[in-house]
């Protein structure tokens, strides 16, 4: 009379196959854990640039107002001695702020969803909504004149 049922051999080919499988499973979800940090990271270095670019266009002009999304601030044109109006606003159909000079147009920050500025006495307060949900916060200080 037969016994039916699987050998020694073939258990251990299967918990060999399974332990293999495990391992590999394993090892896609500590890299994807790496590939987050490096993700995060890279957006993090991204929000700093976009701030120190803020900062320095700024400070090439002079406030001058506020709207929603858009903060407006005059520049002299070192020919003409004349000011004229720049911005940086959101550009909602390309998901990105930018700087508008002149003729000039200047992305400084991408995949944002939302922009909104908020004057305080001495200081603009700023949220940006990215199009992850992320929100991060910003405050910049008026010069006095």
């Not at 406030?63 to 070192?78: C, E, P, T, V």
């Not at 603009?124 to 990215?130: D, N, Y």
Request: some cysteine; charged content about 25%.
């Amino acid at each position: 009379m037969k016994n039916k049922g699987f050998t020694l051999i073939e258990c251990a080919i299967a918990l060999m196959v399974l332990g293999l499988f495990l391992t590999g499973i394993l090892g896609v979800f500590q890299q994807s854990k790496q590939v987050q940090q490096m993700v995060y990271g890279r957006n993090l270095q991204e929000w700093h640039v976009f701030l120190i670019q803020f900062e320095s266009k700024l400070a090439e002009g002079r406030f001058s107002r506020l709207a929603k999304d858009k903060i407006y601030y005059d520049k002299i044109n070192s020919t003409t001695k004349r000011a004229y109006e720049c911005r940086i606003e959101l550009n909602a159909n390309r998901s990105e702020i930018a700087i508008r000079e002149k003729n000039g147009y200047e992305p400084i920050l991408t995949e944002v969803k939302r922009l909104e500025f908020r004057k305080n006495n001495r200081y603009v307060l700023f949220t940006v909504t990215f199009l992850n949900g992320e929100t991060k916060n910003g405050k910049w200080t008026i010069e006095k004149t």
